[in-house]
């Protein structure tokens, strides 16, 4: 018994021996980074989300024609995108719930270069955009960017209201119009 105790109490150090004479004065290990892809974007303004074109006659004398030609550059569209791949690229689409339909009554809109703080590839914009139920690309090529924050920052969005059409198609109850617009971020 006692030959199996020393036998035992032998074995038993000699693995613990084993154990410490594996450290030696460098240890490696893995540190893992992930980051997921991001694409948000909001709008912003000086004043409020919505838009409004009151038509204004005020300095109209009888007789002449009134002229529908608005716009209004009060928003800005700020996003930040994260992509997978440095190929990958995303848009960012415009659309609309309606469109008044009134033959010459046209409402476009139109995203400025990137102004602003900001970094990274930044989308560029494309021409004059008449929203509609399909969505359209405004902004393209974007990649890992981001534009700055708030007003003054990203893309200025200019909506433009106009008539083109025969004056006596147009009424107030058909210029009365809600539109509801919707920009994406796709990829």
């Known amino acids: 018994m006692k ?6 109490g032998l074995i038993a150090g000699f693995g613990f021996n084993l154990a410490l004479a594996q450290d030696t004065d ?6 893992v980074i992930s980051a997921p892809e991001i694409a948000i974007l909001d709008i912003e303004s000086t004043n409020t989300l919505d838009l409004s074109f009151s038509l204004d006659a005020s300095g109209l ?10 716009e209004n550059n009060d928003l800005w569209i700020n996003y930040t995108s ?3 791949t440095s190929s990958s690229q ?28 900001g970094g990274g590839n930044i989308g560029t914009p494309t021409t004059v955009v008449t929203p509609s139920a399909t969505p359209a690309n405004i902004i393209t090529g974007i990649g890992s960017a981001y534009t700055g924050d708030g007003n003054s920052n990203g ?5 433009y209201l ?6 006596g198609d147009l009424n107030v109850s058909d210029a009365a119009a809600n539109i509801s617009m919707t920009y994406t971020i796709t990829d």
Do not use: Q
Request: aromatic share 8%.
């Open 90 to 117: 995303r848009s960012i689409t415009i659309e609309s719930s309606s469109v008044p339909s009134i033959a010459g009554l046209t409402l476009t809109v139109l995203a400025s270069a990137h102004s602003g703080n």
């Open 61 to 70: 004398e009888s007789g002449e024609e009134f002229i529908i030609d608005e």
């Open 155 to 159: 893309h200025n969005l200019t909506y």
């Open 26 to 31: 460098s240890e490696p290990h893995n540190v």
């Open 3 to 8: 030959k199996t105790k020393l036998l035992f």
């Open 82 to 84: 994260l992509v997978a």
């Open 162 to 167: 106009d008539f083109n059409g025969d004056f």
